[in-house]
T-cell receptor, first 113, second 114 residues
Framework: DVKVTQSSRYLVKRTGEKVFLECVQD?????MFWYRQDPGLGLRLIYF???????EKGDIPEGYSVSREKKERFSLILESASTNQTSMYLC????????????FGPGTRLTVT | AQSVTQLDSQVPVFEEAPVELRCNYS??????LFWYVQYPNQGLQLLLK??????LVESINGFEAEFNKSQTSFHLRKPSVHISDTAEYFC????????????FGKGTKLTVNP
């Protein structure tokens, strides 16, 4: 069974902290994605990675960075968390050569106080 | 810019009633189309997809969607809904010739009442 896991379901951080959100997939997928989901705004792509050490900015990359050192792991980094980054963060993966469906993790609800 | 419009943000219906969730996309190029469902406190799951072939696609739990190229639409329908269909539904589009990213609509919250 395909699986995308995210390191935390709920996370509470303080303004200015550096925050790491981790995502791991066990399907040997080349593509991995980070989205944020906000009520009324749907899913917005933050960053996309199509291979190890390769990344591409999505629609809302400001305030975020990513790291992909291994194929199965894709990390989202908030360099200095702010309250407007309080949101649900969803990770997804898909094979390359698509179009293929994306497989989603359960999400991390981040609250920045 | 490419965009996906889900015309209704919330759709309340009674159990066993039919439902249609509308989705339109903006493009004249070839597209691949997806519907995802998100149950409370969960990630997104694929409900159905259109890649090629028959324009009518079905899911295992009774939903269907029809690709209409002339109207750039991919509406989701179910003839009789259950309480367990209560969820948020997202339409997504992948544009042929572009990257493998999906463009998502803003979602439609379907609430099925007894």
């Amino acid at each position: 069974d395909v699986k995308v896991t995210q390191s935390s379901r709920y996370l509470v951080k303080r303004t200015g902290e550096k925050v790491f959100l981790e995502c791991v997939q066990d399907m040997d997928h080349e593509n991995m994605f980070w989205y944020r989901q906000d009520p009324g705004l749907g899913l917005r792509l933050i960053y996309f990675s199509y291979d190890v050490k390769m990344k591409e900015k999505g629609d809302i990359p400001e305030g975020y960075s990513v790291s992909r050192e291994k194929k199965e792991r894709f990390s989202l980094i908030l360099e200095s968390a702010s309250t407007n980054q309080t949101s649900m963060y969803l990770c997804a993966s898909s094979p390359s050569g698509g179009p293929y469906e994306q497989y989603f993790g359960p999400g991390t609800r981040l609250t920045v106080t | 810019a490419q965009s996906v419009t889900q015309l209704d943000s919330q759709v309340p219906v009674f159990e066993e009633a039919p439902v249609e969730l509308r989705c339109n996309y903006s493009s004249s190029v070839s597209v691949y189309l997806f519907w995802y469902v998100q149950y409370p406190n969960q990630g997104l799951q694929l409900l159905l997809k259109y890649l090629s072939g028959s324009t009518l696609v079905e899911s295992i739990n009774g939903f269907e969607a029809e690709f209409n190229k002339s109207q750039t639409s991919f509406h989701l329908r179910k003839p009789s809904v259950h309480i367990s269909d209560t969820a948020e539904y997202f339409c997504a589009v992948c544009y042929q010739g572009g990257s493998e990213k999906l463009v998502f609509g803003k979602g439609t919250k379907l609430t099925v009442n007894p």
